[in-house]
Every structure is written in C-alpha cells, then in structure tokens.
C-alpha cells in the first residue's frame, strides 16, 4: 500500500512553512498595529451554526459524525464561527471588539472534481459592534494596509454594496428572482436573456449586470434608477464612504488603490447586508482572487440568546492566492533559516556536555538556532562538510568535561 494525504489534502514542508509564515507575520503586524487581537475558535461546528443565515451550503460542509450521532462539520469559514463566540461568550464585553484569526478552513466545492483542494489556509479580520461609514472604512484602510506591507502593486478592489443590490433585485418575481441573482453573480449575460422576463425586467437585469466601473460613473447611474428613500440612503452612505476614503489616503500621502464599484457584486455568503468587496491581482499570471469581505449586521443576533443585533465587518486573505501571486516577485525565502551553531562532542562520554553547553547558547540570547550533531561520522572534515551544507556559522567541539572548543566556519555554503 502505498500511502498518501487524503484527496483535497497536502502536506506542507519546511521551506513552504517559511513562505506562508513570511505572509501571516507581514499581515499579522498590520492586525497589530490597528489593534487587533487573535481569536482562536473551534474546528468542528455544529451544522446549524454554519447553516445560520445562510452561511455556507451544505454541499460544501465536510460532515463529521460524533458518538452522540450529532452531526458537525470542519469549519468552510471563520466569520460564522467568530460571531457564534462573540454572541455567546462575548456579551458582556465591550464594543467595538477588534479580532483577528490565523486558522485553516475545509470545504468542497459542489463543482470540483476528484483531487480538488478541500483544505485552505485564511488570515483576516472582524470589526464588531461598530457600523456605519468610519467603520467601513477602517476594514478598507487596514485591507489596503495589509496589501501594501506584503509589497503588492499590481490589484485593485471590487467595492459592493449587498443591501442595494438585493433591495433593486427585489422588483423581480418570486419564481426568477434567484435565477436573476445567479446570472448576475457569474456574470452570465446569456442566462438573463434566456429567462422569462418581461422586456422592461430584462433591461433591468442587464443594467444591474452592468453596474460596474469607475466610482463616479456608477453612483450617478444608479441615482438616475426610480429609488426609494432607503435606496437613496444607502446611495448616499456608499458615496460618503468613497469621499471618507479618498480623504484618508490624501492626508496620509498615500496613492489610493484601483477601486472599482460594482452593483453586480454578489458574494456566496446570504449574511452581508451591506458594503461587500474582493481584493484581485492583476499582475501576468492572471486575475486571482486574493480576498474578500463585507459587513454583516443581523448575523450575531441569530447565536445570542436574545437574539440581540450587532453589526460587524471583516474580510479574510486566501494564503494560497497571495503565495501564488508573490512567488515571482522574489520575496519570499527560498531557503529555511539555518541554524547557527553545530555542537559537537568529541567522544560518546561528551553528549551530557554537548547537550548542556547548547542550552547555554539557546539561553544567551531571544533567538537562536543551535543543534546538537548525534550522528558519529568518520572524520572532523566530515562533521564540517554536513555543517557547511546545512548553511551552519559555527561548531562548537565539547570534551568530555564540558570544555568547548570554537571554530567559525568561514567557508560555509551560501
């Protein structure tokens, strides 16, 4: 037999560690610097915490079977997760609450084929109990912040507005309404013309599906649609939020991103009821998405007892996407850290001493690297030839007394 990961698993290796731990810590200091703090929550979710407003589909939920026969699942995403814990073991904290996760996230796509990735890894963000356009803003500036410590030029951000696009889907029947939703979420203009809709609904349909471009440009022609009060209320909170961050970026001497407006924009997730948004590369290997987000103001009241409303917005970053996008631009190591010391001991009755001697350099400073050689070789020429492939500074040769003797290695392999 021979042995592999299951299918939609993989095995991460030193030197890929090194890569993805380059992009958390670069982002995890962007979540410091705003004043977040980690959250760490379950793996396994009971299924009517993932399913609770709309979350995830159940298709894409990878079942677990416990002994109770309770069914639960890995995790497809964080946000419903957070809001589960922050509705239930939060309540008593106060508000706004900033928080931030590093975690490993497990779906299937009703759409893949045998060998698809089913395991993913996620970094992002959940602003709670703060809403409005200075809240959204701050998730935007932290994204946008987060974007340029990892040293990315080449995106732009797609900009959303779910609450909108829903209220103006709301003119179609019952019967298409989702098929419209569909269409216009996959950017499918053959699909709209082939439903049964009326000439005035179809044109509808294709001007929703259009309404996207520069930010100027959109607000005017969706202002220029028959709204009604609330609609122009979010119109007008959308264009505040566009002049928040236009200001910000100014005073703080900063070339804003490429920003796009798009009224099509459809996230998978039913809970966002307002701003959504996708960060996307754009460099030569091709469009990718590398995050996304929105707020979300009715999700923490279906998990608190009383079913309390309080709004949040977060994004997450897909760490593949952003490991794929900056392989080529050379910043990523490509190589593991080396150690910096090889402690030797002369003779068998010399391991005691070579081992406390290593805690005596492990103890002399925050961090470093020092490992104890157990494997005997034939010659000292030998031991230098494993420590200058291992890329090692220094040997350290120990008697059997505990005496070292030190010997750098200038000619040590790059």
Request: aromatic share 8%.
């Amino acid at each position: 037999m021979v042995y592999q990961p299951p299918t939609g698993a993989r095995d991460l290796f030193p030197l890929d560690v090194a890569q993805k731990r380059w992009i958390e810590d670069r982002v995890q200091q962007v979540f410091h610097r705003w004043g977040y703090h980690r959250i760490i929550t379950s793996t396994l979710e009971r299924i009517d915490t993932l399913m609770a407003g709309g979350a995830v589909q159940r298709s894409t939920v990878i079942l677990v079977q416990d002994r109770d026969e309770e069914e639960l699942g890995l995790r497809p995403e964080l946000t419903a997760s957070i809001a589960r814990a922050a509705a239930t073991r939060l309540s008593g904290m106060t508000y706004p609450q900033r928080l931030y996760y590093n975690a490993n996230v497990f779906r299937r796509s009703p759409r893949s084929g045998m060998g698809s990735q089913h395991e993913f890894y996620q970094a992002g963000v959940e602003l709670l109990g703060a809403g409005g356009s200075a809240a959204d803003a701050e998730v935007l500036l932290l994204l946008s912040d987060c974007v340029a410590n990892l040293g990315l030029t080449d995106w732009h951000l797609i900009l959303g507005e779910a609450g909108l696009t829903r209220s103006l889907l709301s003119v179609f029947p019952d019967s298409v309404r989702e098929s419209v939703r569909r269409a216009i979420a996959y950017l499918d203009r053959l699909q709209l013309e082939s439903l049964p809709l009326s000439p005035d609904l179809r044109e509808r349909a294709l001007l929703l599906l259009d309404l996207r471009g520069r930010p100027a440009d959109v607000i005017q022609r969706v202002s220029a649609l028959d709204l009604d009060n609330q609609q122009r209320d979010t119109v007008n909170a959308l264009k505040s939020l566009l002049e928040l961050l236009h200001d910000s970026f100014s005073r703080e001497h900063r070339s804003p991103p490429n920003l796009v407006l798009d009224l099509s924009l459809v996230q998978t997730f039913d809970y966002y009821t307002g701003i959504v948004f996708e960060v996307v590369s754009s460099g030569d290997s091709g469009q990718r998405v590398l995050g996304q987000g929105g707020r979300y103001d009715q999700l923490l009241s279906l998990y608190h007892p009383q079913q309390q409303t309080c709004p949040g917005i977060g994004f997450t970053f897909n760490i593949e996407d952003l490991h794929q996008v900056l392989l080529p631009t050379g910043q990523l190591p490509v190589q593991t850290p080396p150690s910096d010391w090889l402690v030797v001991p002369k003779t068998p009755e010399a391991i005691a001493a070579a081992f406390a001697y290593a805690q005596t350099i492990r103890d002399s400073t925050h961090l470093v690297r020092v490992e104890v050689d157990l494997m005997p070789r034939d010659s000292l020429e030998a031991t230098r030839h494993y420590a200058r492939d291992r890329r090692i500074g220094q040997i350290a040769w120990i008697a059997a007394d505990g005496t070292p003797e030190v010997e750098p290695l200038l000619g040590r392999s790059p």
